[in-house]
């Protein structure tokens, strides 16, 4: 199941209590600084500064050239001035300020581009546009709505017309679909498994990546595809196409739009409560006295605990564990709170502190802090007696916890 990955730096720390698994930095990001946060009474909130895995500080916490921080993405580090307009730019793993704070907002790098905003002069609202690595504009401020790069192409809005630019910033796919971000919950105009439902008055279709209609829209709504089906609606009722626009399960009650994983997805069942459906429409039956409890929040609108690397979160009389695609039981209800499992861990809460377990139910790591967060390849953020470090997947302590905060958001413009 897709993640998403945009937080804002409260949102990072209610991922923090919750324990919820971040999204991966970009390739090698993780691997060179961490971004960490320390409060000064002389200073109003945190100064930010960036640490290496052996927990070396190499960008020294400051508040003068910045008085916020986010971690890096492909090479650069968004930093800006809190307390003014126009105060975004970007630093290198040097702490050089590489790319000039000039920006209203601004956003982490993805495939090379990150999309920045200015209010045009004698204009009202801001607009975005894209800027490289090196701070040149590659596609100018004028859009309406964007997002990041992805596969090449960028979704942008423009006159109320939504289509895709290329790297270069010329147009690849057409501005002719419905402006309809106000939707982003349900992913319009993100590709995925090489498709990407859009809209045109008032009807949801699918296109390729070289803009041609695979799926002609016909549909009230439509979600992303996953496993090769993806959930539409009709006459408020929800079904599943597969990539060639045929109806595999007929559209009915109880199908939230939830999307496959491990060939299953969430649905209501009666008396309210959640089971799950396989690709054909059959239900799949849960073990008696078992509750599925879905997470509800998310770009869908229900970021579903179903099946992540083939297990389900499942509660009994008050405590949670998971069964397996069979329904059965893999590891007992014995926690009072746990999470999704993330590179074959799973975050689980005791007596209000987290820890870690494995597939086979194995404690990894002891329920011993007050915070934890996988938040990339190997490394988990946690906190006790209110500071931060970060530990490995054995529970070895890597960064010594002694800092106020860990900042692995590097601000992606994931929805408008």
């Given at each position: 199941?897709?993640?998403?990955?945009?937080?804002?730096?409260?949102?990072?720390?209610?991922?923090?209590?919750?324990?919820?698994?971040?999204?991966a930095l970009g390739e090698g990001d993780a691997g060179d600084l961490i971004c960490v946060m320390v409060s000064i009474e002389e200073y109003p909130g945190?100064?930010?500064?960036?640490?290496?895995?052996?927990?070396?500080?190499?960008?020294?916490?400051?508040?003068?050239?910045?008085?916020?921080?986010?971690?890096?993405?492909?090479?650069?580090?968004?930093?800006?001035?809190?307390?003014?307009?126009?105060?975004?730019?970007?630093?290198?793993?040097?702490?050089?300020?590489?790319?000039?704070?000039?920006?209203?907002?601004?956003?982490?790098?993805?495939?090379?581009?990150?999309?920045?905003?200015?209010?045009?002069?004698?204009?009202?609202?801001?607009?975005?546009?894209?800027?490289?690595?090196?701070?040149?504009?590659?596609?100018?401020?004028?859009?309406?709505?964007?997002?990041?790069?992805?596969?090449?192409?960028?979704?942008?809005?423009?006159?109320?017309?939504m289509g895709y630019i290329g790297p270069d910033g010329s147009i690849a796919i057409a501005l002719e679909w419905d402006a309809v971000f106000n939707h982003h919950w349900n992913g319009v105009g993100e590709f995925s498994e090489g498709l990407a439902h859009v809209a045109k008055d008032g009807k949801y279709g699918y296109i390729d990546m070289d803009g041609n209609v695979v799926i002609e829209p016909q549909w009230d709504r439509a979600w992303a595809f996953s496993e090769g089906l993806a959930a539409v609606e009709k006459d408020g009722k929800r079904g599943y196409i597969d990539m060639a626009g045929n109806v595999v399960i007929e559209p009915r009650e109880g199908i939230p739009g939830s999307e496959f994983s491990s060939g299953l997805v969430l649905?209501?069942?009666?008396?309210?409560?959640?089971?799950?459906?396989?690709?054909?429409?059959?239900?799949?039956?849960?073990?008696?006295g078992l509750l599925i409890e879905p997470y509800w929040g998310g770009r869908m609108g229900l970021d579903e605990f179903g099946y992540t690397e083939g297990l389900a979160l499942v509660q009994r009389d008050g405590k949670y564990g998971y069964i397996n695609v069979d329904g059965n039981i893999a590891?007992?209800?014995?926690?009072?709170?746990?999470?999704?499992?993330?590179?074959?861990?799973?975050?689980?809460?005791?007596?209000?502190?987290?820890?870690?377990?494995?597939?086979?139910?194995?404690?990894?790591?002891?329920?011993?802090?007050?915070?934890?967060?996988m938040f990339s390849e190997g490394l988990i953020a946690v906190g006790k007696d209110g500071k931060w470090g970060c530990i490995d997947r054995a529970g070895n302590v890597v960064i010594v916890l002694?800092?106020?905060?860990?900042?692995?958001?590097?601000?992606?413009?994931?929805?408008?």
């Open positions: 199941m897709k993640r998403s990955v945009c937080c804002l730096l409260g949102l990072a720390f209610w991922m923090l209590c919750l324990c919820i698994p971040m999204p945190y100064v930010y500064g960036y640490v290496d895995l052996a927990g070396n500080v190499v960008i020294e916490p400051q508040g003068t050239e910045w008085t916020r921080a986010h971690a890096f993405s492909e090479g650069r580090a968004l930093v800006n001035d809190g307390y003014r307009m126009g105060g975004n730019g970007y630093i290198d793993t040097a702490g050089n300020i590489v790319i000039e704070r000039q920006w209203d907002h601004a956003y982490g790098f993805s495939e090379g581009r990150a999309v920045v905003t200015k209010v045009p002069q004698g204009e009202r609202y801001q607009k975005y546009g894209y800027i490289d690595l090196v701070g040149n504009v590659v596609s100018e401020i004028q859009w309406n709505e964007a997002r990041n790069f992805s596969g090449g192409l960028a979704c942008v809005v423009k006159d109320d017309k649905v209501h069942v009666e008396d309210g409560e959640w089971g799950f459906m396989d690709m054909m429409g059959n239900a799949l039956i849960v073990s008696d590891i007992e209800p014995q926690w009072d709170y746990a999470y999704a499992f993330s590179e074959g861990l799973a975050c689980v809460q005791k007596d209000g502190k987290y820890g870690y377990i494995d597939m086979a139910g194995n404690v990894v790591i002891e329920p011993e802090w007050e915070g934890a967060y002694e800092w106020d905060g860990i900042q692995t958001d590097p601000w992606l413009q994931d929805c408008c």
